[in-house]
């Protein structure tokens, strides 16, 4: 387990954080979304470079959907600019994004009913990235489900799926788009702990294969212990962002997430001496 | 132990297999489609002059189906004003005439107005979705039907009433033009669900939203689907025109021709390749014998159609028949439509508090 952390870890910060430090992957550029008068991302800034995992989270409207709704393009920004491998893309559209290598899946998996697992995840491939022919396309799309552990209910319909089949068909077809970038829109909610592991252990590996990944969770220990970095959201703003134990035991998120009574507690005990961020690392550590 | 195993693997354990083989569903569809329009392709020499004329307008219907089927079938975008591209097709065949310009160039100019119009037209209204898109383009259909009438387009308040009349033999000759048109329907059936744009379309009726994601330009492909979708049925106008010599604006543009494209294909099955071609005959053909035996039922027939198709038999004919056709799983219970109709009723009803 620590082998699968550490690797992309590594390399991130051997290779690719000083050449690509000045051209990171993703970079959104004091982003504001406005909905009439609320601000659901509000004045957010962050990069993300090539070959990490950077895990977002935050309460339940704070804004990490519309994020992702705004690096994939289904909205456009209020204000701000969004730039990708150094290209303006705040204007594209959601298929121009793909085409560019940007993958998202959605909160709600959305399969299409009407066709079978593999064609669903034929149909990624068709128009990702490659445009690849429909023999190649089936092709492509056995590759994908073999490695998302979907290929044994490649004849069933999008609508026969259990929650976490439905979660593994959302990534399946968002790879079978051959992205550098994949969006993971909360892909563990409503998972079992063993399916919550299974999806870490998926996101480690493409991350291995070189696919950066932003993953939404709300999962706090999921998110813990797969990415590199952790950025947190709160009523839109960031308010924190920095490596995963930093994060959990920064007072802001504790109070973001469990109130300020919970904060005021957990500091002293922190004064008292107990560490705070080893129940969550326990809690990683049992589920890989 | 080696021959336990060898008995045990054989037939179940194998029947999934690692690599799913690709369905041939497509071309028994495409085979028995052909069969189906190779039959009616023996009327004129079994048949009557009334048969004749009844299979025409059946076959034409067909054709109007199966053209919408492409838009709101397999796209799943609800237009309910497609009876304007075969008005169209049927005022710019009828006004080339006119001017004495051979039918064959009027067939042509009637199918590009169409699909320029359907063009034009969908570039703003294919921004809608759902319900709104439906009420846009049920509204183009009566605006265009006053418009000519208020024009006088062709003169006569009565539309194109002065058409040169074709001969009894061409009549024959009509039909087949119609039921070449259905193949050709067919055939594009056939190609959209096997091609590259055919799954772009399938992929928006199921999620717009993850089809876009997916990188399918969305937008244009449903352009693209208006507009092969107004083309036979402008094809369909044009033959009409100079098949009935002479037409009104509220025949060619009625809505309710609009409403039977839409009803013809959910009866048959939406989206399938067969599905409006056979919702057409079932449903044309009964009409066709209750009016031959002295009630003219067609708009009862269409009414209660509706409600039949809508309670009972949303997914369409086809897909009821293969569904009694498919074998159940081990311990499955086929789903009785009529039982399932009912439970849609009181379901509806518990929801509403009638």
Do not use: E, H, K
């Given at each position: 387990m620590s082998d699968a952390l550490s690797q992309p870890m590594a390399s991130d910060a051997g290779?690719?954080?000083?050449?690509?430090g000045s051209m990171p992957l993703l970079q959104l550029e004091s982003i504001i979304k406005r909905f009439g008068g609320l601000a659901?991302?509000?004045n957010l800034s962050f990069s993300l470079h090539k070959g990490e995992i950077l895990g977002v989270i935050g309460p339940n409207g704070a804004g990490k959907s519309t994020m992702v709704d705004l690096v994939g393009g289904a909205t456009t920004p209020t204000s701000g600019t969004i730039f990708y491998q150094g290209h303006n893309i705040t204007r594209l559209s959601p298929h121009q994004r793909t085409h560019l290598g940007i993958a998202r899946t959605f909160q709600i998996a959305q399969p299409f009913k009407g066709l079978d697992v593999r064609e669903n995840v034929m149909v990624g491939a068709l128009f990702g990235q490659q445009r690849l022919s429909r023999a190649q396309a089936l092709r492509a799309a056995d590759e994908v489900l073999e490695r998302v552990n979907l290929a044994h209910k490649a004849t069933f319909k999008g609508d026969q799926l259990t929650i976490a089949d439905r979660k593994r068909l959302e990534i399946a077809r968002a790879l079978a788009t051959e992205p550098q970038l994949l969006l993971l829109d909360e892909v563990m909610a409503g998972l079992t702990p063993v399916e919550v592991a299974q999806a870490v252990e998926l996101i480690r590996q493409l991350n291995k294969m070189g696919v950066t990944v932003l993953v939404i969770e709300h999962i706090v220990s999921a998110i813990a212990s797969v990415s590199n970095r952790v950025l947190v959201l709160h009523h839109g703003r960031k308010i924190a962002e920095d490596e995963p134990a930093q994060v959990l035991s920064d007072p802001r998120v504790i109070e973001a997430y469990l109130g300020e009574r919970y904060a005021r507690h957990r500091t002293q005990q922190s004064a008292s001496?107990?560490?705070?961020?080893k129940d969550d690392q326990q809690l990683s550590g049992g589920e890989s | 132990m080696a021959t336990g195993t060898k008995t045990q693997t054989s037939p179940t354990t194998q029947a999934p297999p690692p690599k799913p083989k690709e369905g041939r569903g497509w071309l028994w569809s495409l085979l028995l489609g052909l069969l189906i329009l190779g039959l009616v392709a023996t009327v004129p020499f079994v048949g009557n002059a009334a048969d004749l004329h009844n299979w025409t307008l059946i076959i034409m219907f067909a054709v109007l189906a199966q053209s919408w089927n492409f838009i709101g079938?397999?796209?799943?975008?609800?237009?309910?004003?497609?009876v304007v591209f075969f008005g169209i097709g049927a005022y710019t065949t009828g006004l080339i005439l006119l001017a004495n310009l051979p039918f064959w160039l009027g067939l042509i100019a009637g199918a590009l107005v169409a699909g320029l119009f359907a063009l034009l037209l969908g570039l703003?209204?294919?921004?809608l979705r759902g319900h709104y898109f439906a009420i846009a383009t049920l509204g183009i259909a009566e605006a265009m039907r006053e418009f000519v009438t208020v024009r006088d387009v062709g003169g006569?308040?009565?539309?194109?009433?002065?058409l040169p009349l074709p001969s009894l033999d061409s009549y024959v000759l009509f039909f087949y033009a119609f039921l070449g048109l259905s193949l050709l329907c067919l055939l594009i059936t056939v190609f959209l669900t096997r091609s590259r744009f055919g799954y772009a379309l399938v992929a928006i009726r199921e999620s717009e939203q993850a089809a876009e994601a997916l990188g399918i330009p969305t937008y244009w492909h449903k352009v693209g689907v208006f507009v092969l979708s107004a083309v036979p049925a402008a094809l369909a106008g044009g033959l009409y025109a100079y098949w009935a010599t002479g037409f009104d604006p509220d025949t060619v543009f009625n809505v309710g021709i609009s409403v039977e494209m839409v009803l013809l294909t959910f009866l048959g099955g939406a989206g399938t390749i067969l599905g409006p071609l056979i919702g057409a005959i079932v449903f044309e053909y009964t009409s066709f014998q209750f009016q031959a035996s002295g009630f003219t039922l067609h708009n009862t027939l269409l009414g209660l159609s509706i409600v039949i198709v809508t309670i009972f038999l949303p997914q369409g004919i086809l897909r009821l028949i293969q569904e009694f056709a498919r074998q159940p799983a081990p311990g499955e219970r086929r789903a009785n439509p009529f039982v399932e109709g009912v439970r849609r009723v009181r379901r509806f009803i518990a929801a509403n508090g009638v």
């Open positions: 290779q690719g954080g000083d050449d690509q659901a991302v509000d001496g107990l560490p705070i961020a | 079938g397999f796209a799943g975008y609800s237009a309910f004003g497609n703003p209204v294919l921004r006569g308040g009565g539309g194109l009433i002065s």
